[in-house]
């Protein structure tokens, strides 16, 4: 298993090509952010460049996004670089299993009756994106994520089917995605 921070090896013979913009003039000005605070985003890590982090006692600027690291300068120069995946597990929230508000305009979603399945035919793109892990933990799981609007680690939507095992997952654009519920258990469900 791959540590959370592991040091930037300076002697590579072929450095990574960068997949973002490199910050080249770190600005450590204000207080730094806990890295949790931007680990359950849905466009983490690229909201992380640039900003002033805290990761476990290192304090640093990511300047930079190599494939799924971030790479971290603190003050005095010392570089490292941190596993995304790594870190959107160590600083997930603490779930609080409690029932879930109605949907702020007051409406549940349209639901469209066939036998033997029940299809979300019009999702709710409004209601809080929350993280998978959120539902995967409770042991009404997959019952409890139908219509909800999840972030499942690179993409974001609504539960709009429950089908055989698996989540059909519809983004904005209208593309479904199908996710194994057992498997979303495994990796999400740990609490």
């Not at 952010?33 to 640039?50: H, K, Q, Y």
């Not at 779930?95 to 029940?118: D, F, L, M």
Request: with cysteine; proline share 12%.
């Amino acid at each position: 298993m791959q540590s959370p921070a592991t040091p930037d090896p300076d002697n590579e013979e072929t450095p990574a090509k960068p997949s973002t913009p490199v910050i080249s003039k770190p600005d450590f000005s204000g207080p730094s952010r806990p890295i949790g605070e931007l680990t359950e985003r849905v466009n983490f890590p690229r909201c992380a460049l640039g900003v002033h982090v805290n990761i476990k006692g290192f304090d640093g600027v990511v300047v930079e996004i190599i494939n799924q690291s971030i790479k971290v300068v603190s003050h005095d120069g010392i570089k490292q670089r941190f596993n995304v995946q790594r870190l959107k597990t160590l600083f997930a929230p603490p779930v609080n299993v409690k029932p879930q508000p109605r949907n702020p305009a007051g409406k549940e979603p349209v639901v469209e009756k066939t036998k033997p399945r029940v299809y979300i035919a019009k999702p709710d793109f409004t209601a809080p994106v929350r993280a998978i892990r959120t539902y995967a933990i409770r042991p009404d799981f997959p019952k409890c994520a139908y219509g909800k609007h999840v972030d499942i680690p690179g993409y974001s939507g609504v539960v709009v089917e429950i089908v055989k095992g698996s989540l059909k997952v519809q983004c904005l654009e209208g593309t479904t995605r199908s996710y194994n519920c057992e498997a979303l258990r495994k990796l999400y469900g740990k609490a």
